[in-house]
């Protein structure tokens, strides 16, 4: 038997709470990676972490708004003390605006790009923690 591809990285993924952000930690952790999965909804991480923890995977859940600079930043921070070390970053989070173009707000416009800032803000603020 072969050994998995990933085995020894560390992965931080947002926007992981389901869909393709769900679905790319589950196929990091087959790979043999540890995630770090980043999103607002805890009761989904939580099942997500276990399923992966079920299949012989490492998933540790951190509940965060990234659009928040502070909150990304300290989800990248988690990582790091629970991990060690971070390797790869999914930045997957996003927003659905609900309602139409012409009854959204600048606000609610300004916001959505946000999501994919946001890990970047806190991949930003940290020291290189990748292994050579």
Request: glycine letters at 12%; proline letters at 3%; charged letters at 30%.
């Amino acid at each position: 038997m072969s050994e998995k591809p990933l085995a020894g990285a560390v992965a931080l993924v947002t926007g992981a709470s389901g869909g393709i952000g769900a679905a790319t930690a589950r196929r990091l952790a087959e790979e043999g990676a540890a995630v770090a999965i980043v999103a607002r909804r805890r009761d989904r991480l939580d099942r997500l972490a276990e399923d992966i923890a079920n299949l012989g995977g490492r998933a540790h859940a951190i509940e965060a708004d990234i659009t928040e600079p502070e909150q990304a930043y300290q989800a990248v921070q988690d990582t790091l003390g629970r991990l060690e070390r971070l390797d790869i970053l999914v930045d997957n989070a996003g927003i659905m605006l609900l309602g139409t173009a012409l009854h959204t707000t600048i606000e609610e416009w300004d916001r959505a790009p946000g999501t994919a800032r946001g890990a970047g803000m806190g991949r930003r603020r940290r020291p290189r923690h990748r292994a050579d």
